[in-house]
């Protein structure tokens, strides 16, 4: 089986590092001039989604219908900002199409379309986006095809039964083609996921129903490339990386504030937020 | 072709999609463990890799079924349709994203009967068309239901089919019989009423109709087999030669088949509307034959109806 071979698929982690700095960068710029977004989740995933699509993942723009590309579901939507800035680095949209995030007939809605070039799956709504995966990995195996299949999930959504539904139909069939990441950021718009409804132990609730398990660091980028890299974690059993990331990771006035969840940028806090990012240069 | 033999159109749907998978590797079934019920052993035996079942899990068997279509496959999504209902918004996503999965609602109406309230798809033609992009397809007879498994599988999009178990029905149609969205099919030409309807109601208004020509009342029937889209030249037509029309459904007057006309005859050419089938209530427990007298949705409780309410107008003259 041949892949699509996008040369930035295999960027080293210094190199992702930059990437995903100035996607960071991005991202804020289009939620301070749409005054729309949630920053808090767009920054907790950044290192994942960048590391992936720039080190790991097996699809570009050149190659969008490639039956066997590799699929991403980004389950948790409400990251739009991030998904969109990453997807102009990769090419598949315009950088300055990112101006029209949210406005009058803009092929950006403020959580991930299909309307998105790039993008597989609308979800937003949460809890759709383990089962999607689950079925184009179910696909994967009856085509015999090495694509493998991501799926992000953020933490709270967790909390969706139709979750469960597909981890153990992924446990079952033992899908190795698929992955789970978990953007544990432990916080839900409102509080602490575990204060809420709890998660944990999650690593047993996921082991127990036939997956794969390991913990990483999701700013840890040297980490993930090669746990990423080296995917399955075990043969006949689909693989859940429990991410431990930081919500508003990178903008020091962000992390460990849940009330960027979905908070406006004021100018000065945005400038603030850009030097921080070594300038950002997206003004 | 009208018989007076009685058919399930199960076997017709199965026999069908089993055609169409010989035809096209990329077909394949999702269902919730009910292969038994909705006649898919067949398919399961005969191609045992396009088959999946993902337990009792209905939000994820429609995710899994877009997840799949994402890949190139054509999923049929076998389910009760009652059971549809709570993946109403994976329905309405795929129907978003445009994915080409076939939604397909067996035992629907009262069909369940002494099952109760929880087991009767009585409200899923109102879920169903309130979506857009996602044709509602609701085939009277076996003929049919094979002809509308043949039109979801050409279609590249998602489609809801409604499909008619465990009531056998009289075929009304030849066995090439094709049908195609937004269409409708003029049963019998008549000038003092239209009897409209949809899947296993278009049935008994056709045994409706026979019976009230008997009684002088020239009752046309026109069957909707396509519920969305809808064929507003023929329900405007129908309003404007007959004056006066009648829906029947089994299914809640609310948000039904006699709304969809309704709204469609109040723009256009606004007539009198009777509208037949279960009153805004749960039903009684008993076999389905029990609630469709109960719902007067016979033929001949129908016909009575009908000349009712036709007798509190003017009947109009030839």
Redesign the interface.
Known sequence: MTHNSDPSTTADAVEIERIARRARALSLRTAFHAQDGHLGADMSAMDILCTLYFGVLRVGAQDAAD?DRD?FVLSKAHASTAMYSVLSLKGFIPEEELETFGRANSRLSTVV??RVPGV???TG?L??G???????????R??N?ARRIVVLCGDGELQE??NW??L??AGTHGLSNLTLIVDRNLAQKGASTEDINALEPLDDKLRSFGWAVRHIDGHDVPDMLSVLRSLPLAERRPSCLIATTVKGKGVSFMEFDLSWHSRRLTRELYERALAELDGGNVR | MTSAQLLDCVPAFAGELLRVADEDDRV?I?NNDSADTHLANDFQRGFP??F?D??I?E???????????????V?FVHSAACFLARAT??IK?AA???ANVKFCGFVSGLAYGALGGTHHATEDIAWMRSIPDLPVLCPATPAETAAAARLAWRHEGPVYLRIISMTPVPELFDAGHEISFGTSTQLREGGDVTLIGTGLATTRLVEAAALLEREGVRAGVLHLHSVSPIDEAAIMRAARETGRLVVAEDHVLNGGLGGAVSETVVRTVPVPVLQLGITNTFAPIGPAAFLHEHFRLTGPLLARDVRDWLDGHERRRA
């Open positions: 039956p699929r379309s299909t597989e799956f609308s709504s809890g759709h383990l089962p999607l995966a689950t079925g184009a990995a179910l696909a994967g009856m085509d095809s039964g139709s539904e597909a153990m139909l | 394949c999702v890799a396009r999946v993902v337990g899990a939000q994820n068997m429609a995710g899994v079924a877009a997840g799949l279509a994402n890949a190139g496959k999923p918004e994976q996503n978003y994203t445009g």
